[in-house]
Nanobody, 121 residues
């Protein structure tokens, strides 16, 4: 499975942004997908996960109520809608695919290249 994250950019605090993670390969729909982020000088942290069917999701407390994860398996794409962005959301965002839902980065087998989101005040 190959992944390509896109949609990052420079936005102002309070704005919305949608990130996409496009997957290739027949097995994309067989994988759970997670979004992680890594701010400068910090570790890579979980943001959200979504099950194979899209029926089960998980959100980190820091983004709960502001971010929404969804997927369209017909398009091999996972989306993450972000609302009410804050300066502390500034990070490189990565999507990852694996066989089981997990919050640890080590549980995911495939990674996209990352897309930078910068939130200015």
């Amino acid at each position: 499975v190959q992944l390509q994250a896109s949609g990052g950019g420079l936005v102002q605090a309070g704005d919305s942004l949608r990130l996409s993670c496009a997957g290739s390969g027949r097995t994309f729909s067989s994988n759970v997908v997670g979004w992680f982020r890594q701010a400068p000088g910090k570790e890579r942290d979980i943001v959200a996960t979504i099950s194979r069917s899209g029926g089960s999701t998980y959100y980190a407390d820091s983004v709960k109520g502001r971010f929404t994860i969804s997927r369209d398996n017909a398009k091999n794409t996972v989306y993450r809608q972000m609302h009410s962005l804050k300066r502390e959301d500034t990070a490189v965002y990565y999507c990852a695919a694996g066989l089981r839902i997990a919050t640890m980065a080590s549980a995911y087998d495939y990674w996209g290249q990352g897309t930078l989101v910068t939130v200015s005040s």
